[in-house]
T-cell receptor, first 115, second 110 residues
Framework: NAGVTQTPKFQVLKTGQSMTLQCAQD?????MYWYRQDPGMGLRLIYY???????DKGEVPNGYNVSRLNKREFSLRLESAAPSQTSVYFC??????????????FGPGTRLTVL | DAKTTQPTSMDCAEGRAANLPCNHS???????VYWYRQIHSQGPQYIIH???NNETNEMASLIITEDRKSSTLILPHATLRDTAVYYC???????????FGAGTTVTVRA
């Protein structure tokens, strides 16, 4: 099993450009998440999808949109990138979101720079 | 508002036990304590969780004080590969979100 995969690994954008970050998991998990991590800080939740067909805002949703394409895939879109969105983006999945353990499995991250 | 307080950094000798403290003085009765770690540039990794009893698994032990206002993660025999940022998180089971603070940067030295 590959676990959680993310593409691309690195990306440089100019201010105002758009792009979509892709995430897929092969663990048959119901819940998926997008986090961002700024230098020297912990992760902050952008959006999550409790189950296929649902999405909800996290702590820092402004400037982002998400799509839960199917049970495996959860994409994050930046419509008009800004320098403040320079960060490392992590996708994660868990079997369910509201279990006690709720062990989240993380992908390797996408390092995004917006100039 | 940060729900947990952890030291910024700590060093540990290889082969010795590493004891990582965490204060969560405002924890509610239905909140669990979770520990994750993040090895450089990788995504975080689940370690252990607990409610009020001490817990142990193949990676670590979790000691929660009787009043539940603090806890300690114990890595029994630290190795160089345990060098990472360790996050202490409190969460209710019904909450999807994991709130990561700044964590403790643990450096294991040979």
């Amino acid at each position: 099993n590959a676990g959680v995969t993310q593409t691309p690994k690195f990306q440089v954008l100019k201010t105002g450009q758009s792009m979509t970050l892709q995430c897929a998991q092969d663990m048959n998990h119901n819940s998926m998440y997008w986090y961002r991590q700024d230098p020297g800080m912990g992760l902050r939740l952008i959006y999550y999808s409790a189950s296929e067909g649902t999405t909800d805002k996290g702590e820092v949703p402004n400037g982002y949109n998400v799509s839960r394409l199917n049970k495996r895939e959860f994409s994050l879109r930046l419509e008009s990138a800004a320098p403040s969105q320079t960060s490392v983006y992590f996708c994660a999945s868990s079997r369910t979101g509201t279990s006690v353990r709720n062990e989240q499995f993380f992908g390797p991250g996408t390092r995004l720079t917006v100039l | 508002d940060a729900k947990t307080t952890q030291p910024t950094s700590m060093d540990c000798a290889e082969g010795r036990a590493a004891n990582l403290p965490c204060n969560h003085s405002t924890i509610s009765g239905n909140e669990y304590v979770y520990w994750y770690r993040q090895i450089h540039s990788q995504g975080p990794q689940y370690i252990i969780h607990g409610l009020k009893n001490n817990e142990t698994n193949e990676m670590a032990s979790l000691i929660i004080t009787e009043d539940r206002k603090s806890s300690t993660l114990i890595l029994p025999h630290a190795t160089l590969r345990d060098t990472a940022v360790y996050y202490c998180i409190v969460r209710v089971a019904s909450d999807y979100k994991l709130s990561f603070g700044a964590g403790t940067t643990v450096t294991v030295r040979a």
